[in-house]
């Protein structure tokens, strides 16, 4: 087993840092767990979260991404403390929020501190049914209140969409929305069965490759937004036309994505994993109050029966799936809440997020007489 996952992962480029479990909306798709409850970071968390990273900002910038439950409920002094933590170690701050709490002095903390902003919204209020507060009133004019005022300080905006029905009309209003609420780019998240969220996430496979289709055509026509998942399509076939050779994805490619919850607890790979637990025991690979990050990964690596276990289900996809160059190896979250069990392949996040996606680009590149991609975004 330690020959099959040597490698396996990455040096850490990213983390996720969780300040506090609580949520003000209630989204109907929602996968934390802990949404309805306070638990926020203590300032000792985010410390030894610094004295960890130290080294590795010798190697480059680390993005530090703050995320929730809803991040801007730790209160702005707080969270304040929590990133001070970091103070002269080379880090990128930012946030992803559903944006209700919003106002103009969370925009000037933004702004003194350099933070991107990234704000979840579904595209206009009809496709916002599901981001509703716990009196299930629609959250679509306070997170639209926040985006405006993002914008008017200066903020770029960086938008992720869930859809739950994808179709092509739903992908020409969520491109549309885009572009009048002034979005920068949008990332876009296929609905995904995983934590709470019991959601079934199997769709019609021409459905889906429609919108993906449509998205791109959308683009095509208003080349205004960028789209996280057009780039990452594109990207690729514009390497293997460059390419002489045959594009293989050669370990390690794995990136580790530590996940640190606001009491110091770390998850691999999938942040969606973190608070849960599964019949050989929770997901969480150590405590950064006990053990430095680097320590936690490397001890992971060889000794965490579930990321063996992944790795068991990567070298299949590798083995059997022809989008594998392209795709990776799909997410242990979507394989354990869909399948029960970290070492399977295929999932409906597979089949929706990554093949259609492929499939449905596909459909809409045309090359131009040289062999290069047209659209190249």
């Not at 040096?11 to 840092?17: D, E, N």
């Not at 969780?18 to 300032?43: A, V």
Request: aromatic fraction near 8%; hydrophobic fraction near 40%; charge should be negative.
């Amino acid at each position: 087993m330690r020959t099959a996952i040597k490698g396996l992962l990455l040096r850490p480029r990213s983390l996720i840092l969780q300040p506090e479990t609580l949520c003000n909306l209630d989204c109907g798709y929602c996968y934390l767990p802990f949404r309805h409850e306070r638990n926020t970071m203590p300032i000792s968390v985010a410390r030894a979260v610094a004295d960890s990273i130290r080294p590795w900002v010798a190697y480059g910038t680390v993005d530090l991404c703050w995320h929730g439950g809803e991040p801007l409920a730790t209160g702005r002094d707080h969270l304040g403390k929590l990133i001070g933590e970091f103070a002269g170690l080379d880090v990128k701050h930012g946030v992803q929020t559903n944006a209700t709490l919003i106002d103009s002095a969370w925009c000037d903390f933004f702004a003194e501190r350099d933070m991107y902003v990234g704000v979840s919204v579904d595209g206009w209020s009809s496709d916002n049914a599901n981001r509703v507060d716990r009196a299930m009133r629609p959250a679509y004019d306070r997170i639209m209140r926040g985006i405006e005022l993002l914008r008017a300080h200066g903020h770029d905006v960086f938008a992720i969409a869930v859809v739950s029905n994808p179709s092509p009309e739903r992908a020409r209003r969520l491109y549309s929305f885009a572009v009048e609420a002034g979005i920068t780019s949008l990332g876009v998240n296929i609905e995904e069965r995983e934590g709470v969220n019991a959601s079934v996430g199997a769709h019609d496979r021409q459905l889906v490759e429609g919108f993906w289709s449509e998205l791109l055509r959308a683009w095509k026509a208003n080349p205004v937004t960028r789209v996280r998942e057009l780039d990452r399509v594109l990207g690729y076939v514009r390497a293997v036309l460059e390419s002489d050779e045959e594009i293989r994805r050669e370990r390690p490619f794995i990136d580790p994505l530590p996940t640190v919850a606001y009491d110091g607890s770390v998850t691999l790979i999938s942040p969606e994993l973190a608070g849960f637990s599964s019949d050989e025991g929770n997901f969480s690979s150590g405590n950064v109050l006990d053990k430095t990050l680097s320590e936690i990964i490397k001890r992971s690596v060889a000794n965490t029966p579930w990321i063996s276990d992944f790795s068991r289900g990567v070298d299949g996809c590798e083995q059997a799936c022809p989008y594998f160059a392209f795709c990776g190896g799909g997410h242990p979250a979507n394989r354990y809440f869909e399948q029960g069990r970290m070492s399977g392949t295929e999932t409906d996040y597979c089949r929706n997020s990554k093949i259609a996606l492929f499939e449905g680009v596909m459909h809409v590149v045309q090359l131009d007489p040289v062999g290069a991609p047209n659209p190249e975004p």
